[in-house]
C-alpha cells in the first residue's frame, strides 16, 4: 500500500462528511490524526485530508509559538522566521475554508489577522478552491483578506458580510484583484448592494445572487454582458407585485448562457425574463416564491415564459415551480409557449394545481418528440392525470 494516490482516495472519503456544512466532525479528524502518527506512508495523505476542510484559522494559528492567549484573547506579537515553514507545511494542504462559530474563533483578536496580512508577503493558503462565510458567524474587518488565494474558485458571501459596506466592497475589491480565477461566487442576504464590483470577475462561470431585496434593472442585464465567460445564473426577484410602465427590449446580454434559474413573484420574474435573450440556453428553471395576489389565473406566467423562448432551439430542460401556499391552478394554455421547444427532453411542473385534460395531455406530449421525462403536480384538476394515452399511442398525432 505505498500507492499515494489511492491512500489518498481512501482518507478522502474517510473525510467526506468534513465538508458538510455545520458538520465538526471532531470523530472524523482524530480518525484521520491517529493514522497521520500510524506509520510515514500514512502521515501525507493523512494530513492532507486532515487539513483540506477547515472550520477556522484557529488551528493554523496554534502551530506558531507567537500565539498567545493574553487576558482571555489571543494576540499575535510577531512571527518568527523559521515559523513560516511550519505553518506552510499545513496551508499548503488546506482547500476550503467553512467558517464555523467556535469558542476560540470569537476570542481572536482581529488584529492577529491583521498583523498575519502585514507579515506575510504572499497568500496563506496558495492551495485554497472555496471560501464560504456562513450567515450566523461573527465577522471582523481583517480575517477575510486573509483568507483568498490566487487559485480559489468559489466564494460564498452571506448577510453578515453583504450588510457591512465597509467590510464587502473592500473585500470584493481585493478578492478580484487577489483570486482572479474565481469561477462561482454565491450571495446571499436581506439587503440591497452594490453589485458593480462583480462586473469585474471576468472569470466568472457561475453567478448566484439570492438577494431579497435587491433590484435588478436595464443596466445590471447590460452590464452582465461583461462577463463573457458566464455559464449559469440564479436570480431572486424581489417580490413586486405592481408593474412597472417603462418596458424595455430583451438584451442578448450573454450569448452562451446556459443555466438559468429565476426565483421571485410572477411579476417580477416577468420583468427580468423581459430583460434577457439567451439563444444558448440548455436548462431553464422558473420558481414562484411569493403569492399571486392579483393573478389567480397565472396569467404571468405565460409572460415568464414568451420573451425569453423566442428562438431558443437548445433549450433541453424546463422547471416551473409554484408556490406552494395557494391552492390556484395553473391552466395549459398558460404554458404554450414552451411548445415551441422541440428539442426539450425534460419538462418538470411543481407544486400547486394543474387543469389538465386529457385532449391537453396528447397535446402535450405530441408538442414535445424528444421527451424523456414529464413530472406533473399531484393534483392535475379534480382527477388523477389522464394517462390512457400512455397505453394508445396511437391516437397521439405525428410530429
Not at 498575519?116 to 472555496?130: I, K
Not at 483568507?147 to 457591512?164: A, G, H, K
Not at 473585500?171 to 474565481?182: G, Q
Not at 430583460?275 to 420558481?287: I, N, R
Request: hydrophobic share 40%; net charge neutral; charged share 20%.
Amino acid at each position: 500500500m505505498e500507492n499515494q494516490d489511492i491512500l489518498g482516495e481512501i482518507f478522502n472519503i474517510i473525510s467526506c462528511d468534513l465538508e458538510e456544512p455545520g458538520n465538526v466532525a471532531w470523530q472524523t479528524r482524530k480518525t484521520l490524526f491517529s493514522a497521520a502518527r500510524t506509520c510515514r506512508i500514512f502521515l501525507d495523505p493523512a494530513l492532507d485530508a486532515l487539513w483540506r476542510v477547515l472550520p477556522s484559522v484557529f488551528p493554523l494559528l496554534r502551530v506558531l509559538n507567537s500565539f498567545q492567549l493574553v487576558n482571555n484573547q489571543y494576540i499575535l506579537p510577531d512571527v518568527k522566521t523559521e515559523e513560516w515553514s511550519t505553518l506552510e507545511r499545513y496551508t499548503r494542504r488546506v482547500r476550503v475554508i467553512r467558517l464555523e462559530n467556535t469558542y476560540f474563533h470569537r476570542n481572536v483578536s482581529p488584529l492577529v489577522y491583521f498583523r498575519l496580512n502585514q507579515l506575510r508577503g504572499s497568500s496563506l493558503f496558495p492551495a485554497l478552491r472555496e471560501l464560504c462565510i456562513p450567515p450566523n458567524v461573527n465577522v471582523d474587518l481583517f480575517s477575510p483578506f486573509s483568507m483568498l488565494s490566487p487559485n480559489m474558485q468559489l466564494l460564498e458571501l452571506n448577510n453578515n458580510v453583504l450588510s457591512r459596506p465597509e467590510l464587502f466592497l473592500p473585500f470584493y475589491s481585493f478578492a478580484t484583484t487577489t483570486s482572479p480565477n474565481l469561477t462561482h461566487l454565491v450571495l446571499r442576504g436581506d439587503v440591497a448592494i452594490n453589485l458593480d464590483p462583480i462586473f469585474n470577475s471576468g472569470s466568472l462561470r457561475t453567478l448566484e445572487l439570492h438577494l431579497s431585496t435587491q433590484s435588478y434593472d436595464a443596466m445590471f442585464f447590460r452590464k452582465l454582458g461583461l462577463l463573457s465567460n458566464l455559464r449559469s445564473l440564479t436570480l431572486l426577484c424581489s417580490s413586486n407585485e405592481r408593474r412597472r410602465e417603462h418596458k424595455t427590449h430583451p438584451l442578448s446580454f450573454v450569448q452562451s448562457m446556459e443555466i438559468l434559474h429565476i426565483k421571485g413573484s410572477l411579476i417580477a420574474m416577468s420583468e427580468a425574463m423581459q430583460q434577457m435573450s439567451c439563444k444558448s440556453l440548455v436548462a431553464l428553471t422558473l420558481e414562484e416564491t411569493a403569492y399571486r395576489s392579483n393573478d389567480p389565473e397565472g396569467l404571468w406566467w405565460t409572460e415568464c415564459l414568451k420573451p425569453s423562448l423566442e428562438g431558443v432551439q437548445s433549450l433541453k430542460k424546463v422547471v416551473i415551480t409554484q408556490y406552494s401556499s395557494h391552492n390556484h391552478s395553473l391552466s395549459c394554455v398558460r404554458i404554450t409557449p414552451l411548445y415551441q421547444l422541440h428539442n426539450l427532453e425534460v419538462l418538470e411542473i411543481k407544486n400547486g394545481r394543474l387543469t389538465l385534460s386529457e385532449t391537453d395531455f396528447i397535446v402535450l406530449v405530441s408538442a414535445f418528440p424528444k421527451l424523456e421525462r414529464l413530472s406533473l403536480p399531484d393534483v392535475c384538476s379534480d382527477s388523477c392525470p389522464p394517462i390512457s394515452v400512455l397505453w394508445q399511442p396511437s391516437i397521439i398525432p405525428p410530429t
